[in-house]
C-alpha cells in the first residue's frame, strides 16, 4: 500500500481540495483508496459516533466501507482536551496511529492521509506532525496559498516550502501552490519554480489560479452553517452566493456599495430597517440580518415583493462576515456546492501523471 501524506504550510490552505481532486482521480483510475485523518480536530457526532467533520466528508464522497470510527486515531473533543492539559489523560499517539494504520493494510492500494498543517500541529499528545511524517516514512505533498494583503509572492511563502524540504529531505515529494491570482501565475512558473527546482531541488506539481465560484457557496449552507431562519425566500436556498457586503451603517456609503457588480447578499443589522428597505432596491439577493432581530412587516413585504430570501441570524454582523469568510474558504461537508467545480480545478492544474511517477503507480 502506498501512503500520501497531505499537509499545509498554513491554515484554510486548500488540503480538503487537494485530497478530493487527487483521491476521485485515482478511483476513476480503478485504485482502491483509503482515507486517515490521524488527529482529527472538527469533531461532530454522527449516529452515535464522535467522528470528525473531514472524516465524515470523505467517508461519503469516496464512499469507503471502514466504519468512519476508523479513519481518526484520535478526535481531539472539548473534553478530551481539558483532560490531557489537567493531567487526567495520556495519549500515546504513535500507539493508536500504528494500530490503525494496521486496518489499511491488506486491500488499499493508496492512503491518503490528512495533516493538520504546521509541523508543530500534535506536539500536545507527544507526537508532531513532523515527528509522524518522518517516523512513518510517508511521502509528503505541501500546499500552501497566495494571501491577500501580503506582496506579490513573497519570501514568507517560499520559505515555509524551504524551511519543510530541509527537515523532509526525500520525503518531500512536492507542492501545490493555491490561489494565485491570474497576473501572479507567469510570475510564478518563470521567476519562482526554476528557482525552488535548481536552488532548492522542490518540484512544484501544481499551480491553482483563484476561483470565484470556489469562493461561492449557496444560500443555503450560509443559513445552516450559522444556525439562520430563512423568513422568506426558501426555494432560492441552492442560489450561489458569490460575494457580500457589510453594512457601515451609512446609507450614502452603503448604496454605493451595495449597487456594486460584486455585491449580491448583504448583511446587516435587524434593527436597521431603512437599510434592510434600501438594500432590497438594488441588486442584493439575499439579506442576512444580525442580532436576532427580526424585521417589520414592511421589510418582508418588499422582500416577497422582489423574490429575495431574508435570512435571521444570531450574531452580530461582523461575527457574521467572518463566519461566512471562513465558510467561503471551506472545502467539505458544508460546502457541497464546490465539490464538483473544486475536483475539476485540481484534476486541471496539478500534475497527476508526475505524482503517480513519484508514488510508483501506473498512470492510466
Not at 478511483?27 to 449516529?47: C, M, Q, S, V, W
Not at 491518503?112 to 509541523?119: A, I, Q
Amino acid at each position: 500500500m502506498k501512503t500520501l501524506f497531505v499537509s499545509s504550510v498554513s491554515d484554510a490552505a486548500g488540503k480538503n481540495m487537494l485530497i478530493a481532486g487527487l483521491g476521485q482521480k485515482l478511483i476513476t483510475d480503478k485504485y482502491k483508496i483509503g482515507f486517515l485523518k490521524p488527529l482529527a480536530n472538527k469533531p461532530l457526532r454522527h449516529e452515535r459516533t464522535l467522528t470528525d467533520e473531514d472524516v465524515l466528508f470523505f467517508h461519503k464522497l469516496f464512499n469507503l466501507e471502514e466504519h468512519i470510527s476508523n479513519l481518526s486515531s484520535v478526535v481531539v473533543s472539548d473534553e478530551l482536551y481539558k483532560e490531557i492539559i489537567s493531567g487526567k489523560t495520556r495519549i500515546d499517539l504513535a500507539d493508536k496511529i500504528s494500530h490503525t494504520l494496521k486496518k489499511f493494510s491488506k486491500d488499499k492500494d493508496v492512503l491518503l492521509v490528512k495533516g493538520l498543517g504546521r509541523f508543530y500541529r500534535g506536539s500536545g499528545f507527544g507526537l508532531s506532525e513532523l515527528n509522524l511524517i518522518k517516523d512513518c516514512n510517508w511521502q509528503t505533498v505541501l500546499i500552501d496559498g497566495y494571501r491577500a494583503g501580503r506582496f506579490s509572492l513573497p519570501l514568507d511563502l517560499i520559505d515555509g516550502f524551504i524551511m519543510a524540504k530541509k527537515v523532509l529531505g526525500n520525503l518531500l515529494i512536492g507542492i501545490v501552490f493555491n490561489y494565485v491570482p491570474e497576473h501572479q501565475i507567469d510570475y510564478l512558473k518563470d521567476k519562482i519554480l526554476p528557482f525552488l527546482k535548481n536552488e532548492h531541488k522542490i518540484d512544484v506539481l501544481g499551480i491553482i489560479p483563484t476561483s470565484a465560484k470556489l469562493r461561492a457557496v449557496s444560500i443555503k449552507e450560509i443559513k445552516d452553517v450559522l444556525q439562520g431562519e430563512l423568513l422568506c425566500g426558501s426555494d432560492k436556498q441552492e442560489n450561489i452566493i458569490e460575494d457580500l457586503c457589510l453594512s457601515t451603517m451609512n446609507m450614502e456609503n452603503d448604496l454605493r456599495l451595495f449597487n456594486q457588480a460584486k455585491c449580491n447578499a448583504v448583511i446587516v443589522s435587524g434593527d436597521r430597517v431603512e437599510i434592510q428597505l434600501a438594500a432590497l432596491e438594488t441588486r442584493t439577493e439575499c439579506l442576512i440580518l444580525t442580532g436576532k432581530l427580526y424585521p417589520p412587516d414592511i421589510v418582508l413585504s418588499k422582500a416577497e415583493e422582489n423574490n429575495i430570501p431574508v435570512m435571521v441570524i444570531r450574531d452580530t454582523s461582523l461575527q457574521t462576515q467572518e463566519k461566512i469568510e471562513r465558510l467561503r474558504k471551506h472545502f467539505g461537508l458544508y460546502t457541497l456546492s464546490k465539490i464538483e467545480q473544486g475536483m475539476k480545478i485540481i484534476q486541471k492544474n496539478v500534475n497527476i501523471k508526475s505524482l503517480y511517477k513519484k508514488l510508483e503507480l501506473q498512470s492510466i
